[in-house]
């Protein structure tokens, strides 16, 4: 199973980045897939999950009615669309996998890690 995270830049407070997580080698409607964020000298967190099967989706309550997390099953992506950003925000974000389609944001669950992208949010 391979992620390929992008969409990562730079963004003034305020604005707007949506990211994309493209899979390959299995479907996202049958594994839960997540993005968690790191930011400099602090441990990577999680963000939000779309699990696989049910369709359930969690986010963390920093980022919940501003990040909104989305899937189409056809090109095998599961995406970030960020809004209202701010400073805190600024992290590498990461797509991660795992089989089976639990909702959790734990990263000690996921079986598979992509590269990360950056996002920065600073005027």
């Known amino acids: 199973v391979q992620l390929q995270a992008s969409g990562g830049g730079l963004v003034q407070p305020g604005g707007s980045l949506r990211l994309s997580c493209a899979v390959s080698g299995a479907t996202v409607d049958s594994y839960s897939i997540a993005w968690f964020r790191q930011a400099p000298g602090k441990k990577r967190e999680g963000v939000s999950c779309?699990?696989?099967?049910?369709?359930?989706?969690v986010t963390d309550p920093s980022v919940k009615g501003r990040f909104n997390i989305s899937r189409d099953v056809a090109k095998n992506t599961v995406y970030l669309q960020m809004n209202s950003l701010k400073p805190e925000d600024t992290a590498v974000y990461f797509c991660a996998a795992v089989a089976g389609g639990p909702l959790t944001l734990m990263k000690g669950s996921m079986n598979y890690w992509g590269k990360g992208t950056l996002v920065t949010v600073s005027s």
């Open positions: 779309f699990a696989g099967r049910e369709g359930y989706i």
